[in-house]
C-alpha cells in the first residue's frame, strides 16, 4: 500500500503518510486502505470532529477549517458529514 496511517498521540488525530512519496496530509487519500483510526482512536484525522464548518457570509460560501492544523479548504473535507452534526 501506498499511504500508511498514524496516530498523533498529543493530538489524539491520524495523519497518513505516502511511502512513495513522502506527503503527508491529515485527510484520508482516495483509495486509502487499512485501518484509518490510528489504532483505535475515533474515526481519524479525515472525521467531521477534525473539521470546522464555517459560513462566509459575504459570499454564501462555506469553508472548512482543520482544528489541529489549521488548514482551510472551500473543498468539503472526506468524511465530513453535514448532516452527522452531533451524531454518533
Known amino acids: 500500500a501506498e499511504?500508511?496511517?498514524?496516530?498523533q498521540e498529543e493530538t489524539g488525530y491520524t495523519y497518513y503518510t505516502n511511502t512513495v512519496t513522502g506527503e503527508?496530509?491529515?485527510d484520508m487519500p482516495?483509495?486509502?486502505v487499512g485501518s484509518a483510526n490510528g489504532g483505535g482512536v475515533g474515526d481519524g484525522g479525515a472525521s467531521?470532529?477534525?473539521?470546522?464548518?464555517?459560513?462566509?457570509?459575504?459570499?454564501?460560501?462555506t469553508y472548512y477549517t482543520h482544528k489541529?492544523?489549521?488548514?482551510?479548504?472551500?473543498?468539503?473535507?472526506p468524511g465530513f458529514d453535514?448532516?452527522?452534526a452531533g451524531a454518533s
Open 3 to 7: 499511504w500508511t496511517a498514524t496516530l
Open 24 to 26: 503527508m496530509t491529515w
Open 30 to 32: 482516495a483509495g486509502f
Open 48 to 61: 467531521r470532529d477534525s473539521w470546522e464548518a464555517t459560513l462566509q457570509e459575504e459570499t454564501g460560501y
Open 68 to 77: 489541529v492544523t489549521g488548514e482551510t479548504t472551500w473543498d468539503k473535507p
Open 82 to 84: 453535514d448532516a452527522g
